[in-house]
């Protein structure tokens, strides 16, 4: 619960992204909430407006909102603490956030396991093709598909390299043994041997392409990061290799990618995340070996929940005094 201000007043807080019903409701219970209402996220000059005239305390929002060292200056003094519902926060400029004293935190944890399940089940449907199956269910089918034809690649006993071994990574690699998968890991840090659970660390990324059947990319957009996956990346993996990702578009060079794709030098992606959101590369859509989503990974009921509850918690506590729970700066 929120904490009360002197006069009983609630603590002030500008929701600014459109978050499920639960998470508003418990919103507009624990503190004075202005609410997005739609049909999009507030934009950061709505926030900034919003913030000033309610004399907000706290704002929670998405990916969707750049929180840069400019937008950062224009709030009011009044907002103390940031919560974004996501693991990732490269939409957050945390220098400027500590310059200025704003606290701002994400959601680490809670979202592990959903994404896990979701980049699985993209990989599977890639490998399997299920896209153009469904393709051909829904066009009425009506012929005979021979012993040759329309084959996927199978998955149990094959190679998966992970690219981050944090919580979705981890979660990932634990539904990969269940098919009996060899689990290669490249991270900034390797794990103690007892979190490994038989993984095999590769200290240097792209001596472990050649070894990957698939690739699955869990780490952060940093500098480090930026188009890790490029054309000599994807030339190392082994011709007919299936690339997924559901941590962020920035990891990727897409025409390298779209090239590889239509080469047949990969043999299909499942992707969720694009440099460019909403506006993803439409070339993408055009390819039958391609799955897409909507950067929905943690996108179930209960995860998207747990998200809007943890940044309200984050909030709650920040505003009462206790210290955030998930700060990004001491």
């Avoid at 103390?80 to 944890?109: C, E, F, M, Q, W």
């Avoid at 025409?255 to 694009?274: C, E, K």
């Amino acid at each position: 619960m929120g904490k009360l201000e002197e006069g009983g007043m609630k603590p002030r807080l500008v929701m600014a992204a459109l978050m499920p019903r639960d998470v508003v409701e418990r919103a507009r219970d624990e503190f004075d909430a202005v609410v997005a209402t739609g049909p999009a996220d507030m934009t950061m000059p709505e926030v900034i407006e919003a913030a000033s005239a309610h004399r907000a305390d706290a704002i929670q929002f998405v990916n969707t909102l750049p929180l840069s060292a400019e937008a950062i200056a224009q709030l009011p003094e009044t907002v103390r603490v940031g919560a974004t519902s996501s693991v990732g926060y490269d939409h957050i400029d945390v220098a400027a956030a500590k310059v200025r004293g704003l606290v701002v935190t994400n959601t680490p944890g809670v979202l592990s396991d959903c994404t896990a399940d979701f980049a699985f089940m993209m990989l599977l449907a890639a490998a399997r093709r299920a896209y153009e199956y469904d393709a051909i269910m829904r066009a009425g089918w009506r012929y005979r598909i021979g012993q040759g034809d329309v084959l996927g690649v199978r998955v149990s006993g094959k190679t998966l390299g992970l690219l981050g071994m944090g919580g979705i990574g981890g979660a990932m690699a634990r539904r990969a043994r269940g098919f009996d998968m060899r689990v290669l890991y490249h991270a900034r840090n390797r794990l103690p041997p007892e979190r490994e659970n038989g993984a095999e660390y590769f200290a240097d990324f792209r001596a472990m392409l050649p070894h990957c059947n698939f690739l699955s990319l869990h780490a952060p957009a940093t500098p480090a990061t930026e188009r890790i996956i490029n054309a000599e990346t994807l030339a190392l993996l082994p011709r007919g290799a299936v690339l997924v990702n559901v941590a962020r578009g920035a990891l990727v060079d897409e025409d390298a990618l779209y090239d590889a794709l239509s080469s047949g030098a990969l043999f299909g992606a499942g992707l969720d995340v694009f440099r460019n959101e909403p506006d993803f590369d439409a070339r993408f859509a055009a390819l039958p070996n391609v799955i897409l989503s909507p950067h929905i990974g943690s996108g179930s009921v209960e995860t998207r929940n747990a998200m809007g509850f943890r940044a309200l918690d984050n909030i709650a506590a920040v505003l009462a005094g206790r210290g955030p729970i998930d700060p990004l700066w001491r």
